[in-house]
């Protein structure tokens, strides 16, 4: 049964850092690309981060780009997020997730799904 | 940035009744598209993606149709433990991936 896990969540200052931890179980995480997606109280969910399975391809939303750092180690089947420089709007459940893709009928490949999510960790920045 | 538009913000439906949901964007995703189940506290479940192939163990009531920019999610006969917000999202042009504002499906 795939699994994913997030912890590390908790109260911040403005301008504080926090690092969110996301354990992986149940697949070969170390051939997965995996993201990281935020949820504020009362809003819609918003792509902050991507790491492909090696690494080599990383992406950011432009709202954390420069704050944030994503990094994985596949030797730990774990996913991490750095957030530095955190502001009010930083406040929202942070999930991990885990990206695939797939064939069609007709043979075309589909990349980008996310499959899996785990439950979230809360990350509150107040003073 | 793909703009995803979800309606309605919320709907009731009578319990056996049909739930139908519609999911915008604002450019063509060709079949590109998920839907996702999530309910409080837990992890948000993948029901349906390529617009229509339902995932691993997700029941037949639930069905997905439409492309390019135009789909819909439909539970074909409501029961109690599908109360949740559903959300769509697109994965046809990344990054980065973008979301609708879900819609939360309460029992009448």
């Known amino acids: 049964e795939v699994q994913l896990v997030e912890s590390g969540g908790g109260l911040v200052q403005p301008g504080g850092s926090l690092r969110l931890s996301c354990a992986a179980s149940?697949?070969?995480?170390?051939?997965?690309?995996m993201s990281w997606v935020r949820q504020a109280a009362g809003k819609g969910l918003e792509w902050i981060s991507y790491?492909?399975?090696?690494?080599?391809?990383?992406y950011y939303a432009d709202s954390v780009k420069g704050r944030f750092t994503i990094s994985r180690d596949n030797a730990k089947n774990s996913l991490y997020l750095q957030m530095s420089s955190l502001r009010d709007e930083g406040t929202a459940v942070y999930f991990c997730?885990?990206?695939?893709?797939?064939?069609?009928?007709?043979?075309?490949?589909?990349?980008?799904?996310?499959?899996?999510w785990g439950q979230g960790t809360l990350v509150t920045v107040s003073s | 940035e793909i703009v995803i538009t979800q309606s309605p913000a919320t709907l009731s439906v009578s319990p056996g009744e049909r739930a139908t949901l519609s999911c915008r964007a604002s450019?063509?995703?060709?079949?590109?598209l998920a839907w996702y189940q999530h309910k409080p506290g837990q992890a948000p479940r993948l029901l349906i993606y390529?617009?229509?192939t339902r995932a691993t163990g997700v029941p037949a009531r639930f069905s997905g149709s439409g492309s390019g920019t135009e789909f819909t999610l439909t539970i074909s006969s409501l029961q109690s433990e599908d109360s949740a917000v559903y959300f769509c999202?697109?994965?046809?042009?990344?990054?980065?991936?973008?979301f609708g504002q879900g819609t939360k499906v309460e029992l009448k």
């Open positions: 997730a885990r990206v695939t893709g797939y064939y069609d009928s007709r043979g075309s490949y589909y990349g980008g799904l996310t499959d899996y």
């Open positions: 149940g697949f070969n995480f170390s051939t997965y690309s």
């Open positions: 790491i492909s399975s090696g690494s080599s391809t990383i």
């Open positions: 450019q063509s995703v060709s079949s590109s």
């Open positions: 390529g617009a229509s």
């Open positions: 999202q697109q994965y046809d042009n990344w990054p980065p991936w973008t």
